[in-house]
């Protein structure tokens, strides 16, 4: 067939115009309904946002002073409409008689709630702009609700639970709030009031629309809380708190203010991008669920990590920065550009810790930086990656339903880890630029992790997409092992080499090695480019035969790492003279690989490591590294040691923590000595001297006890069953002044109870949902019963805990499954607990396999212990 002629115009189909308006005029085929199924299904979401765009919300809402009272409101939702011929699913988890009415687009409609779903007929909804005001009961699931004071938290799909919405996270909108609460509540929202009327028993808060944000992010407070506000450069924030103890006011709100107005200077510089809402303000929550929530303008944070005393130690004052600017960061990483499904919620999540280690350079020289790095991440991470339930960092993700279950240790401490080789691998410089603009391109929207891969692969000319398989996609940590060749005294072969452990593949990083003489001097130091096979150290070929060699020494690398024979046993030797000598971040390294090394049966037995941790324990001076070595001498001891080796160990591990208390230098690092002697106290003498302290409430040394240290020195007390003449634990609550931690600790009493038949009675309790509704308070009082002193007449709990899981995981938020896993079986060391276990897997195959996951993830110590316990 010929081409048209040249220059000549193209020849015109004489039906063309015709078959065009035939084409627009013929219906396209319906989308069809998408199931009405419980939960967010992922088809239900890409369906909606097909379909719907445009979305806003309006709230009116009355909180009566009574507790019992049902909370009442009026909701608008509006919403444009792409195509109108299928009914709209609106998510709705609560009793459809708590919608009282539905009005679509002027007209009334019969309400069909089903599925935990509210349907807008197809035959009322229209293209273009729609309009749904409903009368309604809020649904209190998510509210929690107190006495007097409330607060919403709707992460990641608990919207609905309170009214009908959108509940999914790339149908961002803006919601304006009218709330009426008794008047002498205080009250806090995403958006600035706009006004409000006081009337003789309530008042009424009206709110600006907020800016555009997710539900999940949807957020108020309200309560008898203490307002208070500040101007930090430039910025006035406000702070609505419940914390009575002047001391901890007085030290702790400047900085609690001061570090978020630093924390904001350091985003904007990094991202290039100014504060991005029209507010910042936060409330101290009692109890809260987790260590803080990004809400956009209204940051809900634990009380406990914000308000602190003269008391606090270092790991308590960095713990109190890091979670400002992590939730700081979560202005930019999340709120302003979000996940477009939970199955990337990881990303917020590792950027906000990124940025609020980056923050800490700022206050820590290099040295301290990358201590609290080591600290902080790698042992959690390892918690999970070296178990049977490992999890990839990027997870599937179907319905959002179970998108709780996607939070963990993984997500919060190996993707740091992750993104720390990313960055090293591309480069500070190049690695910002790509932020920066994939920050700029999605601001305002929504964005998946191959969206973000994309543009930072276009600045860096290594393979992200290979490299991004293995360490986001994969689970598990490789073991990494070196073979040592030397001939007439020097080294002539050194290899590094990766192998698997639980199918994990080979990762691609970078860290360092070390060369050490018999007496820790170092002989050699160079950087492992480890591709995943046998790689060659060609700097060690020369270098004096060693003695030992350390893989990993700078802490970076990620996997469990060989350590050379007898090295736990010079710790002090090398931390005097040798090659750990003001190196605490390398010490920080060892011990994690010695941990670790232990856990898998390597080199050291649990006795001899709790033998080199006990001598170890005076020549230790690094806060970070004190808790660090503390935590993991308290798990060998109880997890690790039958009751006979613990019984044996007790005095010389208790005289090691109070001589190391005596000789430490700071307040600081005597407290954190003093409160892993609480934990280990065993021997009548141990206990008496505890007992001293709390009943005179005179603290060793200088360390500085506030009410809650001693209200936790007597449960340990109670939990031994000490004999005291009065029962410690009335005498304790009649010392507590705050209301909130007394009822805390009023809580906690029947878990501790010396009275197996009370014990047994506040375990069943458990099974009805309005006895966990305060989780941070039910895993203290697991941890209680389920200590290795009770196990005699607690394990018989295991079966009905394993049984409640699925349940908790529909009614709690997103971390209490997995502390209710990890308070319930992490403690045991018995086979037949671990029979429990694998029974319950076993008669469970088709188990929801998040949740199996996390079961294995908490029983690994258990079935390490039959193994390490002999």
Same mark, same amino acid.
């Given at each position: 067939?010929?081409?048209?002629?040249?220059?000549?115009?193209?020849?015109?189909?004489?039906?063309?115009?015709? !078959?065009?308006?035939?084409?627009?005029?013929?219906?396209?085929?319906?989308?069809?309904?998408?199931?009405?199924?419980?939960?967010?299904?992922?088809?239900?979401?890409?369906?909606?946002?097909?379909?719907?765009?445009?979305?806003?919300?309006?709230?009116?809402?009355?909180?009566?002073?009574?507790?019992?009272?049902?909370?009442?409101?009026?909701?608008?939702?509006?919403?444009?409409?792409?195509?109108?011929?299928?009914?709209?699913?609106?998510?709705?988890?609560?009793?459809?008689?708590?919608?009282?009415?539905?009005?679509?687009?002027?007209?009334?409609?019969?309400?069909?709630?089903?599925?935990?779903?509210?349907?807008?007929?197809?035959?009322?909804?229209?293209?273009?702009?729609?309009?749904?005001?409903?009368?309604?009961?809020?649904?209190?699931?998510?509210?929690?609700?107190?006495?007097?004071?409330?607060?919403?938290?709707?992460?990641?799909?608990?919207?609905?639970?309170?009214?009908?919405?959108?509940?999914?996270?790339?149908?961002?909108?803006?919601?304006?709030? $009218?709330?009426?609460?008794?008047?002498?509540?205080?009250?806090?929202?995403?958006?600035?009031?706009? /006004?409000?009327?006081?009337?003789?028993?309530?008042?009424?808060?009206?709110?600006?629309?907020?800016?555009?944000?997710?539900?999940?992010?949807?957020?108020?407070?309200?309560?008898?809380?203490?307002?208070?506000?500040?101007?930090?450069?430039?910025?006035?924030?406000?702070?609505?708190?419940?914390?009575?103890?002047?001391?901890?006011?007085?030290?702790?709100?400047?900085?609690?203010?001061?570090?978020?107005?630093?924390?904001?200077?350091?985003?904007?510089?990094?991202? /290039?991008?100014?504060?991005?809402?029209?507010?910042?303000?936060?409330?101290?929550?009692?109890?809260?669920?987790?260590?803080?929530?990004?809400?956009?303008?209204?940051?809900?944070?634990?009380?406990?990590? !914000?308000?602190?005393?003269?008391?606090?130690?270092?790991?308590?004052?960095?713990?109190?920065?890091?979670?400002?600017?992590?939730? $700081?960061?979560?202005?930019?990483?999340?709120?302003?550009?979000?996940?477009?499904?939970?199955?990337?919620?990881?990303?917020?999540?590792?950027?906000?810790?990124?940025?609020?280690?980056?923050?800490?350079?700022?206050?820590?020289?290099?040295?301290?930086?990358?201590?609290?790095?080591?600290?902080?991440?790698?042992?959690?991470?390892?918690?999970?990656?070296?178990?049977? /339930?490992?999890?990839?960092?990027?997870?599937?993700?179907?319905?959002?339903?179970?998108?709780?279950?996607?939070?963990?240790?993984?997500?919060?401490?190996?993707?740091?880890?992750?993104?720390?080789?990313?960055?090293?691998?591309?480069?500070?410089?190049?690695?910002?630029?790509?932020?920066?603009?994939?920050?700029?391109?999605?601001?305002?929207?929504?964005?998946?992790?191959?969206?973000?891969?994309?543009?930072?692969?276009?600045?860096?000319?290594?393979?992200?997409?290979?490299?991004?398989?293995?360490?986001?996609?994969?689970?598990?940590?490789?073991?990494?092992?070196?073979?040592?060749?030397?001939?007439?005294?020097?080294?002539?072969?050194?290899?590094?080499?990766?192998?698997?452990?639980?199918?994990?593949?080979?990762?691609?990083?970078?860290?360092?090695?070390?060369?050490?003489?018999?007496?820790?001097?170092?002989?050699?130091?160079?950087?492992?480019?480890?591709?995943?096979?046998?790689?060659?150290?060609?700097?060690?070929?020369?270098?004096?035969?060693?003695?030992?060699?350390?893989?990993?020494?700078?802490? !970076?690398?990620?996997?469990?790492?060989?350590?050379?024979?007898?090295?736990?046993?010079?710790?002090?030797?090398?931390?005097?003279?040798?090659?750990?000598? /003001?190196?605490?971040?390398?010490?920080?390294?060892?011990?994690?690989?010695?941990?670790?090394?232990?856990?898998?049966?390597?080199?050291?037995?649990?006795?001899?490591?709790?033998?080199?941790?006990?001598?170890?324990?005076?020549?230790?001076?690094?806060?970070?590294?004190?808790?660090?070595?503390?935590?993991?001498?308290?798990?060998?001891?109880?997890?690790?040691?039958?009751?006979?080796?613990?019984?044996?160990?007790?005095?010389?591990?208790?005289?090691?923590?109070?001589?190391?208390?005596?000789?430490?230098?700071?307040?600081?690092?005597?407290?954190?000595?003093?409160?892993?002697?609480?934990?280990?106290?065993?021997?009548?003498?141990?206990?008496?001297?505890?007992?001293?302290?709390?009943?005179?409430?005179?603290?060793?040394?200088?360390?500085?006890?506030?009410?809650?240290?001693?209200?936790?020195?007597?449960?340990?007390?109670?939990?031994?069953?000490?004999?005291?003449?009065?029962?410690?634990?009335?005498?304790?609550?009649?010392?507590?002044?705050?209301?909130?931690?007394?009822?805390?600790?009023?809580?906690?009493?029947?878990?501790?109870?010396?009275?197996?038949?009370?014990?047994?009675?506040?375990?069943?309790?458990?099974?009805?949902?309005?006895?966990?509704?305060?989780?941070?308070?039910?895993?203290?009082?697991?941890?209680?019963?389920?200590?290795?002193?009770?196990?005699?007449?607690?394990?018989?709990?295991?079966?009905?805990?394993?049984?409640?899981?699925?349940?908790?995981?529909?009614?709690?938020?997103?971390?209490?499954?997995?502390?209710?896993?990890?308070?319930?079986?992490?403690?045991?060391?018995?086979?037949?607990?671990?029979?429990?276990?694998?029974?319950?897997?076993? $008669?469970?195959?088709?188990?929801?396999?998040?949740?199996?996951?996390?079961?294995?993830?908490?029983?690994?110590?258990?079935?390490?212990?039959?193994?390490?316990?002999?």
């Amino acid at each position: 067939m010929g081409s048209p002629a040249e220059g000549g115009p193209l020849p015109l189909n004489p039906m063309l115009p015709a !078959l065009l308006l035939a084409a627009l005029l013929t219906p396209r085929p319906a989308p069809g309904p998408v199931p009405v199924v419980p939960g967010v299904s992922r088809a239900l979401a890409e369906a909606r946002k097909a379909r719907i765009s445009r979305v806003g919300y309006e709230l009116d809402v009355t909180v009566p002073a009574q507790q019992d009272s049902a909370i009442v409101g009026r909701e608008i939702v509006s919403f444009r409409l792409r195509d109108a011929r299928e009914p709209v699913q609106l998510d709705f988890k609560a009793p459809a008689g708590y919608l009282y009415s539905l009005n679509l687009n002027g007209q009334p409609v019969p309400i069909e709630h089903r599925a935990e779903h509210l349907l807008l007929p197809a035959k009322v909804l229209r293209v273009g702009d729609n309009v749904v005001r409903l009368q309604l009961r809020l649904g209190e699931q998510s509210l929690n609700r107190n006495a007097d004071y409330l607060y919403t938290l709707l992460v990641p799909d608990r919207t609905r639970t309170v009214f009908p919405c959108f509940d999914q996270p790339d149908l961002k909108a803006s919601f304006t709030l $009218t709330l009426t609460v008794p008047r002498a509540w205080q009250v806090l929202a995403n958006a600035k009031p706009a /006004g409000h009327i006081e009337r003789d028993l309530t008042k009424t808060m009206q709110f600006r629309p907020s800016d555009t944000l997710s539900t999940y992010l949807f957020s108020f407070v309200a309560g008898k809380f203490t307002h208070t506000f500040e101007p930090v450069r430039g910025r006035t924030m406000a702070l609505l708190h419940r914390e009575t103890d002047s001391a901890k006011i007085r030290l702790s709100t400047p900085v609690i203010f001061e570090t978020h107005g630093r924390a904001l200077a350091f985003m904007e510089e990094y991202t /290039g991008l100014k504060f991005p809402f029209q507010k910042l303000d936060f409330a101290a929550i009692p109890d809260f669920q987790y260590g803080g929530m990004e809400h956009v303008g209204a940051i809900d944070y634990k009380a406990s990590s !914000l308000f602190l005393d003269q008391g606090a130690t270092k790991d308590q004052l960095v713990a109190r920065q890091n979670l400002i600017g992590h939730e $700081t960061a979560h202005m930019w990483f999340g709120d302003l550009v979000t996940m477009r499904w939970f199955n990337d919620v990881w990303m917020k999540e590792v950027f906000a810790n990124f940025m609020a280690d980056k923050l800490s350079a700022g206050t820590e020289d290099a040295e301290g930086q990358l201590l609290k790095f080591l600290t902080d991440h790698y042992p959690a991470a390892y918690a999970v990656d070296r178990t049977l /339930g490992a999890n990839p960092i990027r997870q599937p993700l179907n319905n959002l339903q179970d998108a709780g279950s996607l939070y963990g240790n993984i997500i919060y401490h190996k993707a740091p880890i992750m993104m720390h080789q990313l960055e090293t691998l591309m480069g500070e410089e190049n690695f910002r630029a790509g932020v920066r603009e994939y920050l700029a391109k999605y601001a305002g929207g929504n964005a998946s992790w191959p969206d973000l891969i994309t543009i930072l692969d276009a600045h860096t000319p290594a393979d992200l997409a290979a490299w991004n398989q293995v360490w986001v996609n994969e689970p598990g940590r490789p073991v990494v092992d070196y073979s040592l060749k030397t001939a007439g005294g020097k080294v002539t072969e050194l290899t590094v080499a990766q192998f698997s452990e639980n199918g994990s593949k080979p990762l691609p990083q970078r860290y360092s090695a070390v060369l050490l003489s018999a007496t820790g001097q170092v002989l050699a130091r160079g950087t492992v480019h480890d591709e995943g096979s046998a790689t060659p150290l060609p700097w060690a070929v020369g270098v004096p035969a060693p003695a030992y060699v350390v893989l990993n020494a700078d802490g !970076l690398g990620y996997g469990l790492f060989s350590v050379s024979a007898g090295l736990a046993q010079q710790l002090p030797a090398f931390t005097a003279e040798g090659w750990l000598r /003001g190196q605490p971040s390398q010490r920080a390294a060892l011990y994690i690989s010695l941990y670790e090394n232990m856990l898998r049966g390597a080199d050291n037995t649990p006795r001899q490591l709790l033998a080199a941790y006990a001598t170890q324990l005076p020549h230790e001076d690094a806060e970070l590294n004190i808790k660090l070595l503390t935590n993991q001498l308290s798990a060998i001891y109880w997890q690790f040691l039958t009751p006979a080796e613990r019984a044996a160990q007790a005095p010389a591990v208790e005289a090691a923590l109070w001589q190391a208390l005596q000789a430490a230098a700071t307040p600081g690092a005597q407290k954190l000595f003093f409160q892993a002697y609480q934990r280990v106290a065993l021997t009548p003498a141990a206990l008496g001297r505890l007992y001293e302290v709390w009943h005179t409430q005179q603290a060793p040394a200088q360390v500085k006890l506030t009410e809650d240290d001693y209200t936790s020195l007597a449960l340990a007390l109670a939990v031994h069953d000490y004999p005291a003449p009065q029962p410690i634990l009335p005498q304790q609550l009649a010392r507590v002044k705050n209301p909130d931690r007394r009822a805390r600790l009023e809580y906690l009493m029947p878990a501790l109870s010396p009275d197996v038949a009370v014990r047994d009675k506040f375990f069943a309790g458990l099974a009805q949902e309005k006895n966990r509704e305060k989780e941070a308070w039910v895993t203290s009082a697991l941890g209680y019963l389920h200590h290795p002193l009770r196990q005699a007449t607690s394990e018989k709990y295991l079966p009905q805990s394993l049984a409640l899981l699925q349940e908790i995981q529909l009614t709690g938020d997103i971390f209490f499954p997995a502390a209710w896993l990890q308070a319930t079986l992490g403690p045991y060391q018995s086979p037949a607990a671990a029979q429990v276990v694998r029974d319950f897997l076993a $008669t469970h195959k088709t188990y929801n396999p998040q949740l199996r996951g996390k079961i294995l993830q908490a029983a690994d110590d258990l079935f390490r212990a039959e193994k390490l316990v002999k």
